[in-house]
């Protein structure tokens, strides 16, 4: 697969017990770069596939843990659509807080104590505010 053309979606029975037939099942996706590999695989009909921690045996249709092989689940492969093919990924749109004020109405740089600002972005504001740090960026 080269093109990174996605032609099926695979998804993990994430059910704390995979195999049990009284409770409804639920299915997890594999991030999109697992997809991709398994997908890859599945197109070139190779037996399996070896990822990190698992390995995807597709005749069983089963996630096999490396360093447990009896911690099995199954495996489900959902052809894609041309609705699929343009949905945003679930992970990709994480939003936490959304803002109350833009960050000039928030005070700009000098309210940046506001708990919802990541630590790292005043870290790096703070470290700019230093006149070291400023000589160097302008020179």
């Known amino acids: 697969m080269a093109t990174g053309a996605v032609d099926g979606i695979w998804y993990w029975k994430s ?8 409770e409804p099942a639920e299915w997890s996706r594999f991030s999109d ?30 996630q096999i843990n490396k360093s447990d092989k009896t911690r099995q689940r199954p495996v489900l492969r959902k052809s894609d ?17 959304m803002p109350v004020k833009t960050f000039t109405e928030a005070g700009g740089f000098s309210k940046l104590q506001h708990s919802s600002v990541p630590s790292l972005f005043r870290n790096w ?3 700019i505010n230093t006149k070291e740090l400023r000589s160097f960026i302008l020179l």
């Open 81 to 97: 659509d041309c609705n699929q093919q343009f949905a945003p990924r679930e992970t990709r749109f994480n939003i936490v807080d």
């Open 33 to 62: 770069i697992e997809n991709e590999i398994i997908e890859d695989a599945f197109q070139h009909n190779k037996k399996e596939v070896l990822l990190d921690n698992h390995s995807i045996d597709f005749k069983l249709e089963l």
């Open 15 to 22: 059910n704390a017990n995979p195999f049990s037939s009284t």
């Open 125 to 127: 504001v703070q470290k």
